[in-house]
């Protein structure tokens, strides 16, 4: 790859329609590349930084320092928040394997999800999968989150939880289906997770700080989660009827704007190149806009 | 191992309702400061309501 081509790649002022395929997705691949590569600290100090927050709300709750009131609310950004951080690192967007900073990457995302309780493991398998098979019926994993509408989506979220859901289940179904090894440490894990969840709750609980456990992570995990699967899951690919590569993400305007949608406005960027970092997505899309909107994507809301 | 985690799986929305919800109730009311009908105590109560709320949700896959 031509270096400098790559560095002033753009498609502003350019006829694209009188490009062919390949020239297209030539010049495509060299503007995405100006927003890849270099360590994203952002995400890595969001990630162990928020987890920190979180786990002070324990002992300042617990001896009277902060009031629960005041907890519960940081504790809901806190999980809001925990996902994006992980999903750079399962991405490897921090680094790669085989590189110095392969352990740094690793340790964001195993620790930064610790406050929805979602194993990196499980987290990354079932999102290459949803990668790999976005909006297909039966082998995307979050293709539960499938819905009429905003509403229908949040009533979705909650359905999910329930005990008897098969949907719910989507994400352990699709590690049986992989069946490697990996899958397999995976599942364990994840029991291992809802195992500890499950035993701090009753302990917390039956110690007499049920209402810390339940204001400072059971309601703010449910409320997270539903808010995570909205803009991550359901936003971005809505309404999920079309699979390929140019068809099954969009850009959106976000009633809440890009801060508190978390930059999913954008996701369509990350579907086409997974290893742009997250906070160069805005400026990846203005600079792509032009070529998506030649490749027929849908990016008519922004 | 399998059996018994699949075992212990399978009753979970039982053993939450007992676990988890019963506290939270009978914690909420001695946090809100009241007083049951007949003295019952609030750990009672909680049982109860979580129990059969935790039963419930097993025998019916859903708790709400």
């Keep these: 790859m031509d270096m400098s081509a790559t560095a002033t790649a753009t498609a502003e002022g350019r006829d694209l329609s009188a490009l062919s395929s390949q020239e297209l997705m ?77 352990w740094l990457n690793e340790l964001v995302g195993h620790l930064s999800t610790i406050p929805m309780m979602l194993p990196y493991g499980v987290a990354r398998l079932t999102h290459y999968e949803h990668h790999k098979h976005a909006n297909h019926p039966e082998l995307d994993p979050d293709i539960g989150t499938k819905s009429n509408g905003p509403w229908h989506m949040i009533f979705k979220s909650i359905a999910q939880r329930q005990p008897g859901s098969a949907a719910g289940k989507s994400y352990g179904a699709t590690l049986a289906r992989l069946g490697t090894d990996e899958a397999k440490r995976a599942g364990l894990v994840a029991v291992v997770y809802q195992l500890t969840y499950l035993g701090v709750l009753f302990g917390m609980a039956w110690s007499g700080h049920a209402l810390v456990a339940l204001l400072v992570w059971w309601l703010p995990r449910q409320i997270g989660v539903t808010y995570i699967q909205f803009y991550l899951s359901w936003a971005p690919h809505h309404p999920g009827a079309q699979m390929g590569r ?38 990846a899309y203005w600079a792509l806009r032009p070529v998506l909107e030649a490749r027929g994507c849908d990016v008519k809301g922004l | 191992m399998q059996k018994v985690l699949g075992t212990l799986f399978r009753f979970m929305p039982f053993l939450f309702g007992i676990g988890f919800v019963a506290p939270v109730i009978a914690q909420s009311i001695q946090a809100l400061g009241w007083t049951l009908p007949y003295g019952i105590p609030p750990v009672a109560f909680g049982l109860v309501v979580g129990g059969a709320w935790g039963a419930f949700a097993n025998w019916s896959g859903r708790w709400i």
């Design chain 1, 26 to 102: 030539r010049l495509e691949k060299a503007i995405a590349e100006r927003f890849m590569g270099g360590l994203p600290w952002g995400a890595v100090t969001w990630g162990l930084g928020n987890l920190a927050i979180w786990l002070s709300l324990w002992p300042l709750t617990l001896l009277g320092a902060l009031p629960l009131w005041a907890a519960f609310p940081i504790a809901t950004l806190n999980v809001m928040l925990c996902y994006l951080p992980s999903h750079e690192a399962q991405h490897r967007i921090i680094a790669r394997e085989g590189e110095p900073l392969f």
């Design chain 1, 246 to 283: 140019y068809k099954d993400t969009r850009s959106f305007r976000s009633k809440v704007g890009v801060i508190g949608s978390m930059g999913m406005e954008y996701h369509i960027i990350h579907h086409l190149y997974p290893r742009i970092p997250l906070m160069r997505t805005p400026a």
